[in-house]
T-cell receptor, first 113, second 112 residues
Framework: EADIYQIPRYLVIGTGKKITLECSQT?????MYWYQQDPGMELHLIHY???????EKGDLSSESTVSRIRTEHFPLTLESARPSHTSQYLC????????????FGEGSRLTVL | KNQVEQSPQSLIILEGKNCTLQ??????????LRWYKQDTGRGPVSLTI?????NTKSNGRYTATLDADTKQSSLHITASQLSDSASYIC???????????FGKGTMLLVSP
């Protein structure tokens, strides 16, 4: 079992609300990632971090922001949620050595009404 | 543009039967090929990782093959179980983790 946790698993909120999706890992991994996945579609990278105080945007443009103040935590924030943000958000981490494993959390399913 | 195409899109098999899922990739420069299992509503779980120099890798009843010349990979599931019902995702990787290319997955349903 991977030691990477996402909170909340499910969230239903109204348009305009600010939300933060939490992601924590206890494996001491330097590299962490946020992916977005819509039903039946492929995962798209929206943010990644190679260590504390390092964040980069991924391939898919996203209005969300991330921070990496501590190695274990990589929260994702939406300042003003819209229905177009409705999706599954998956957090992942890796030790980054060679072709190492990517460990995923269980995901946060966000629905914006 | 890097791409990963999977076939079939979905598949129904009887419990106990074998099946093979296909993956064609265009990833450059190519470094590794991964297969993940994703249960509905859950995060993907790694099944196998193969570097470009490996031809096959097994994980229990799952066996992945890789042909770097034809840019094809397959995932063979032996003696399927009901718990194998999931989406199976093929992922092509190059030198950086920020550049993994995911396929859309093959949805497998194992029927009793």
């Amino acid at each position: 079992e991977a030691d990477i946790y996402q909170i909340p698993r499910y969230l239903v909120i109204g348009t305009g609300k600010k939300i933060t999706l939490e992601c924590s890992q206890t494996m001491g991994h330097d590299k962490m990632y946020w992916y977005q996945q819509d039903p039946g579609m492929e995962l798209h990278l929206i943010h990644y971090s190679y260590g504390v105080n390092s964040t980069e945007k991924g391939d898919l443009s996203s209005e969300s922001t991330v921070s990496r103040i501590r190695t274990e935590h990589f929260p994702l924030t939406l300042e003003s949620a819209r229905p177009s943000h409705t999706s599954q958000y998956l957090c992942a981490s890796s030790d980054g050595r060679g072709a190492g494993e990517l460990f995923f959390g269980e995901g946060s399913r966000l629905t914006v009404l | 543009k890097n791409q990963v195409e999977q076939s079939p899109q979905s598949l129904i098999i009887l419990e106990g039967k074998n099946c093979t899922l296909q993956c064609n990739y265009t990833v450059s420069p190519f470094s590794n090929l991964r297969w993940y299992k994703q249960d509905t509503g859950r995060g993907p779980v790694s099944l196998t990782i193969m570097t470009f120099s490996e031809n096959t890798k097994s994980n229990g009843r799952y066996t992945a093959t890789l042909d770097a010349d034809t840019k094809q990979s397959s995932l063979h599931i032996t003696a399927s179980q009901l718990s194998d019902s999931a989406s199976y995702i093929c992922v092509g990787g190059n030198s950086g983790y920020s550049t993994l290319t995911f396929g859309k997955g093959t949805m497998l349903l194992v029927s009793p």
